[in-house]
């Protein structure tokens, strides 16, 4: 049930562009992504709710195709501040769980 | 910005005994979580909770878990005879309907 998340892990350089993809075999309410850095909590960075929405803020941007069930999370001109392992969180109708992808670490170097 | 409250932050205990980790949500949400990370892996689900009651639990929320809500304000879980491979942080969200997640920063827990 939990989503499937790709690539596994990514290495840019400063000012590189990456897409990170999440999937489900289930239909989903909303897709939401969060980052983690090193023995901190998840933060929040974005949620979408309605089938083809798109949201961004900054160079931070994701897409949500409720059709495919597909999200993916775009980091455009990345900065070191952006390493980190970034999990998608899927929720399907009527259900009250909220699951994670197995995450992608990010390493953004200069 | 309001927080999600978690204690303790380290928790050591032998195999066999029992633990209860705590969590202040934010005073307006309605849906708890708990979910637990192994070192390097994933965010793993556990259990939600809502209108004082498990909305949803995982394959791991086995009979040894157990999650309470004993006085409006706080939310535990309890894990019963803990277990080596119990050890992991375990993480306490709450939120509103709809919207993000709020995490505690965790109880990290070791069973020896």
């Known amino acids: 049930q939990q989503p499937v998340q790709s690539p596994q892990a990514v290495i840019l350089r400063e000012g590189e562009d990456a897409v990170i993809n999440c999937s489900s075999s289930?239909?989903?309410?909303?897709v939401h992504w969060y980052r983690q850095k090193h023995g901190e909590a998840p933060v929040f960075l974005m949620i979408l709710l309605k089938g083809g929405e798109q949201k961004g803020h900054d160079k931070i941007s994701a897409s949500f195709n409720e059709k495919k069930q597909q999200s993916s999370l775009y980091l455009t001109a990345s900065q070191l501040s952006y390493s980190g392992t970034y999990f998608c969180g899927t929720e399907r109708y009527n259900n009250n769980d909220m699951r994670f992808g197995a995450g992608t670490r990010l390493t953004v170097k200069p | 910005e309001p927080e999600v409250t978690q204690t303790p932050s380290h928790q050591v205990t032998q195999m066999g005994q029992e633990v209860i980790l705590r969590c202040v949500p934010i005073s307006n949400h309605l849906y708890f979580y708990w979910y637990r990370q192994i070192l390097g892996q994933k965010v793993e689900f556990l259990v939600s909770?809502?209108?004082?009651?498990?909305?949803?639990k995982s394959e791991i929320f086995d009979d040894q878990f157990s999650v309470e809500r004993p006085d409006g304000s706080n939310f535990t879980l309890k894990i019963r005879s803990t277990k080596l491979e119990d050890s992991a942080m375990y993480f306490c969200a709450s939120r509103q309907f709809n919207e993000k997640l709020f995490f505690g920063s965790g109880t990290q827990l070791s069973v020896l």
């Open positions: 909770f809502y209108n004082n009651e498990i909305s949803e």
């Open positions: 289930k239909a989903l309410y909303s």
